[in-house]
């Protein structure tokens, strides 16, 4: 089991940035494809990115592919969401996840959830 800590939420302007960040705790961390989720208000959580243990691979939604970029740092245990060009569609409560199976994209494969970071971006 994988504990999950995001952070780096907040309030921004539209074309603004962020970067979120998720500390894990726990020994299968380096071994665990990282991925981010959002969930909107009314809407179902769905996929944003995702990035291999050994950041040989990313996957990203359309919605945010050429504007997130996904990262990781094995050795502080944590992985990034650098979030450019932020659009108010991008409004959600962003969470990390750490997956237990290759679906990346299905949330069904994630085993360990962090509490979850509140992104806004105005108009």
């Known amino acids: 089991q994988v504990q999950l800590v995001e952070s780096g939420g907040g309030l921004v302007q539209a074309g603004g940035s962020l970067r979120l960040s998720c500390v894990a705790s726990g020994r299968t961390f380096r071994t665990n494809t990282m991925g981010w989720f959002r969930q909107a208000p009314g809407k179902e959580r769905e996929f944003v990115a995702a990035?291999?243990?050994?950041?040989?691979?990313?996957y990203y939604s359309g919605s945010v592919k050429g504007r997130f970029t996904v990262s990781r740092d094995n050795a502080k245990s944590t992985v990034y969401l650098q979030m450019n060009s932020l659009k108010p569609e991008d409004t959600a409560v962003y969470y990390c996840a750490a997956a237990n199976t290759p679906a990346v994209q299905v949330s069904a494969s994630y085993g360990s959830w962090g509490q979850g970071t509140q992104v806004t971006v105005s108009s």
């Open positions: 990035i291999s243990f050994s950041s040989s691979t990313t």
